[in-house]
Structure formats: structure tokens, C-alpha cells
């Protein structure tokens, strides 16, 4: 903890990681993959939500009759 005046301020750990250069080439693999991971939960999520919002709205039509 550091004191800053009458505040006290508490600092997180210090975190590190590795960095690798890449070519071009992999970066833009890299980056591709990335984007199809991307489509990839969009996809799925978009799904989920609409059979979500199908279901919900089945259960409103029933509760309606």
C-alpha cells in the first residue's frame, strides 16, 4: 500500500507476459483465425438468443389463450 496523503491506495500485482515477434504472414493467419472465432460465437449466440426469444414467445402466446 502506498499512502497519499490522507488516502490510501492499494496497487495490484505487477503481471508480465511474453512477447513474440511475428511476420506479416502470421499475423495475418493470426488475425484471420480470430475473425472466424469471432463469426463463429456470433453465430451461436445469434441462435441461442433467437430460440430464446421463440421460446419466450410460444410461453406468451399459451399464457394469452
Not at 493467419?29 to 475473425?35: A, C, F, V
Not at 456470433?42 to 433467437?50: D, F, G, M, N, P
Amino acid at each position: 500500500m502506498i499512502r497519499d496523503g490522507e488516502k490510501i491506495v492499494e496497487v495490484g500485482k505487477v503481471t508480465s507476459t511474453t512477447v513474440f515477434k511475428v511476420s506479416p504472414e502470421q499475423k495475418e493467419i493470426l488475425e484471420r483465425q480470430s475473425e472466424v472465432k469471432l463469426e463463429k460465437a456470433y453465430s451461436e449466440a445469434l441462435t441461442k438468443i433467437r430460440e430464446r426469444y421463440n421460446q419466450r414467445m410460444n410461453e406468451i402466446r399459451k399464457n394469452n389463450k
